[in-house]
DNA sequence: ACCTGAACACCGTTCAAGT
DNA sequence: ACCTGAACACCGTTCAAGT
C-alpha cells in the first residue's frame, strides 16, 4: 500500500486566511519560526505554497497576523481595577504568553503593522491606568518602563541555554571548570554560591523585578 | 572599459577569522541581518562562498562572533567605582551599543556559546555590585532587572515605525485618522496629547525608568 | 474564484577538485 | 594550506495555465 501522502492526511475545507495564521502559529510553535516557510505551512494545510497567496499578501502579512493573535491571548485589564494588582496581572499573562509562542518576541521587532487585538490591548492598559488617575504622562512613563522590562526578562529567559533544574546544573559545572575562576572570579562566585544552589530558578527573579517597579511607580505619583 | 568586477574593488590580502566578523558586522550595519548571506560576505571580502568555511565553522559561529564583538563595545565599570554611578553609564553604553547594531539584540536569542568579550563584561558588572557591599542575591536580582529593562527598551525602541520626529508626526496624523477615537478613545488622547506634543522623543523615557529601577534597588539594600 | 506547475533568483553547506 | 565550481536541498514569490 502507498505511504499516505503528507497532503492525504492534512486538514480538508476551503482554506481562509484564519486557517493559514493559526497553522502557521501551530507550525511556529511546534518547530520554531525557522520552520515556517510557505511550502510548509501549505504542507500542512494540504495546499501547494502558491494557493496560500490568495488568502495573504506575503509571508509578512501572515507574521502581522500571528503577532496579533498571540496579543489577543492577553486577557484585557479593568479600567475598574487596580491599578496596581491590574498591571501585575497583566504583566504575567504577558510573560505566559510570550513564552508560550517564543517566536512572538522576535517577530515584534520587524512588524510596522499594529492589528486590532494589538491595539485594543495597548487602549486597555492605558485606560486602566488614567482611570486610576494617573496623567497622561505619568502613564507613560509606567507602560514604557513596564513593558520594557517584561520583554527584555523574557528575551533573556527564551535565551537561557538549558530548560530544566538538571540542565542548568550540568551547565553551570561545565562552565566552572572551562571558567577559570581567576579570569572571571565574579562569574564563577555566582554561579557556585547562586545558580547551583537547590532550588534556584531563573524565572523566579520575574516578580522580584517587577514588584521593584511597580512600588517605584506607587512612589513617583507626580 | 568593463564595469569593475564585485571582487576587484574589495579589499585584498589573507582572509581571516578577524577580518570575516568584522566585515559581518559592518555589513549587517549597513545593510541589516537579512542582508547578512555567506555569499554577499564573501564577496565583500573578495572571495568565493566556500571561502569562509576554512576560517569559520558555518554561519552560526559567525553570529556567535558579532555579539561578542559587539559586547566588546561596552566599557567595563571598575569595582572602586559607585555602583549607581557605575550601572547607569553602563546601562547608557549598552543601549548605545544596541542601537548601533540593531542586529545584536535579535542574535541574543539564539546564541548559546558567549565568547570571552561577553564574559568579561559579565565578570566586571558583577564584580563592581559585589565591590559595593552587595549580596550575591542581590546582585542577582539588580542584574536581573537592569539588563531586562535595558534590552526591553531597546527592543520597543528598535519596533518604532519612524525614525525621525517627522515621520513620528505623519505617522501619529495618520494613526488618528485611521483609528477611530469611541473604538480606541485611549491610545487616541495619548497620541494626541502626548505623542504628538512638540518635543516629545521616546527615547526620553529610557533614563526616566532607569532612575526608578536603579532607586528601587538602593532601597532595596537587603 | 480558487488552486497549481514551472520557473526565477535566491539561501547554507558538502564535496571533490584545483593551486 | 587555502580557495573554488558544481551540486544539493532548500527559500519567497511571479506568472501563465488549469479547473
Not at 131 to 138: E, H, L
Not at 147 to 161: A, R, W
Request: proline share 5%; with cysteine.
Amino acid at each position: 500500500m502507498a505511504a499516505p501522502s503528507a497532503k492525504t492526511d492534512r486538514k480538508k475545507g476551503r482554506l481562509t486566511r484564519e486557517r493559514v495564521v493559526r497553522e502557521a502559529v501551530a507550525l511556529a510553535d511546534a518547530h520554531g519560526i525557522a520552520a515556517l516557510s510557505m511550502r510548509k505551512l501549505a504542507d500542512r494545510l494540504g495546499v501547494e505554497a502558491m494557493s496560500l497567496y490568495h488568502h495573504v499578501a506575503n509571508k509578512d502579512a501572515i507574521l502581522d497576523a500571528m503577532v496579533d493573535f498571540a496579543f489577543g491571548e492577553i486577557s484585557l485589564p479593568r479600567a475598574d481595577e487596580n491599578w496596581k494588582a491590574a498591571m501585575r496581572t497583566r504583566a504575567i499573562a504577558a510573560r505566559t504568553m510570550l513564552r508560550s509562542h517564543p517566536w512572538a518576541l522576535g517577530l515584534l521587532d520587524s512588524r510596522r503593522n499594529p492589528g486590532p487585538a494589538t491595539l485594543r490591548h495597548h487602549d486597555a492598559v492605558i485606560g486602566c491606568l488614567r482611570a486610576n488617575g494617573f496623567s497622561v504622562a505619568r502613564t507613560a512613563h509606567a507602560y514604557s518602563v513596564l513593558d520594557s522590562y517584561i520583554y527584555g526578562f523574557v528575551l533573556q529567559e527564551l535565551n537561557l541555554p538549558f530548560d530544566t533544574p538538571d540542565d542548568l546544573a550540568a551547565l553551570a559545572e561545565t562552565m566552572l571548570q572551562h571558567l577559570p575562576a581567576d579570569t572571571y572570579p565574579h562569574l564563577a562566585e555566582m554561579t557556585r554560591e547562586h545558580v547551583l544552589q537547590p532550588g534556584y530558578a531563573y524565572g523566579d527573579e520575574f516578580t522580584v523585578g517587577l514588584d521593584l517597579i511597580l512600588d517605584g511607580l506607587d512612589r513617583n505619583d507626580d
